[in-house]
């Protein structure tokens, strides 16, 4: 059954990009809602959206403009927090889904936060360290007057990095006249930053691993593990399997796929990829140029940690793998999540399994405020803990209303944030 959506006046109804795929996970959530479907229609609509013109001085004195975004898509149960994309290719859809994914994803685990979401739309590959400089300030002054360590809490996502957030932290702190270290995450250790935040996203997408291996039945130990991205978060991951017996098998990156039944020795080729920038010709394993047989490998957990839309109907069949563990944002679509839910594949979805990165940014917030900073054990202990908790009660959804980890995981969160908008009435 599809549903009619009313589309924003500043969208295309034609081609609605990702707002339409999160508009359709909410239909689908909503005969769950009970008598908190009353207020659906409050999450279908983002709170408050800030398009800015971002003009900079290039280094040959020409002048460039910039479309940015902010998008908070809700603040019911606390300040927006979510990322900054810089890429050419951002829009107001892809944004505002990001957003709404973000008050999902927050609410999933907990965290006291509401979702949004920032993006220029510029490539910074094109772009001198100066001016890439210019971009973050003015785009972050444009923003200033909406962002805050009590109002919205930027953080870094696809080409942004701390060295952006250092650049953010003392743009808002210069306009404010106070150094404000809680207004972004992800920020240098000296700068207010957290210790465990860079592993952070990849030791959650293990913790829920090992939870549903025991659901499952599955053993760690000696469990085969496949893996496609092998960066921040796929990399964490794999080290993090293999260093608990598991046998690395599979690692697919930008520009290579490798293979070996004996496992793949992760340090060894963490240094490669270090000095080589690719998995690509990494001498202790079997090199496969066709990367589509990268589906074909036997394994017993699979975890997407690259792109969006990597699992598809046209090779969701071919995954042998019984557990999905998504690491990267939206990387099976709506099909193929149909087609692995018939096969009895248990997909781990993204808004439980990579929550680690916004629960170790929850952290570093805590401790800025504080000004009082936690020890590595610490924050992996708490982070665990809250992983953990966040899988239960998902677990426990889908086991009773007979539905995947992914419909549970939406009721949980929007049953939160519904709560909090029925409690908190609606204003005047
Ligand atoms: N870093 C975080 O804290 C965090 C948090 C939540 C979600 N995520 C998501 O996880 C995913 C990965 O993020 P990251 O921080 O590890 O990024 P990254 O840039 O560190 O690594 C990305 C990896 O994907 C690989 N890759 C790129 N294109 C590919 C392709 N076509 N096929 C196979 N591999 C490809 C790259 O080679 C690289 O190994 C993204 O979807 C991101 O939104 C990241």
Redesign the pocket.
Known sequence: MSIQHEVPSYLTPRDIGPWGVYLEQIDRVTPYLGTLARWVETLKRPKRILVVDVPIERDDGTIAHFEGYRVQHNTSRGPGKG?VRFHQDVTLSEVMALSAWMTV?NAAVNVPYGGAKGGVRVDPRQLSMGELQRVTRRYTSEINIIIGPTKDIP????NTNEKIMAWMMDTYSMNEGSTATGVVT?KPISLGGSLG??E???RGVFVVGCEAAARKGMDIRGARVAV?????????AARLFAEAGARVVAV????G?IVSEAGIDVAALQAH?GQH???GGYRNAESIAD?EA?WDVDCDILV?????Q?ITAGNAHRIKAKIILE?????TTPAADDILHDKGVLIVP?VIA?????TV?YFEWVQDFSSFFWTEDEINLRLTRIMRDAFESVWQISVDKKVSLRTAAFIVACTRVLQAREMRGLYP
């Open positions: 990322g994803k953080a870094p996502d696809v992800g935040r860079q952070a996203t990849g496609q991205g092998f960066g921040n978060v796929g990399s964490v697919q990156d930008h520009a796929t990829v920038g690719s998995v990367r990268f997407p940690a690259a792109l969006e990597q690491g990267a944002n939206g990387p993204d990579n929550a680690g990165g916004v940014s």
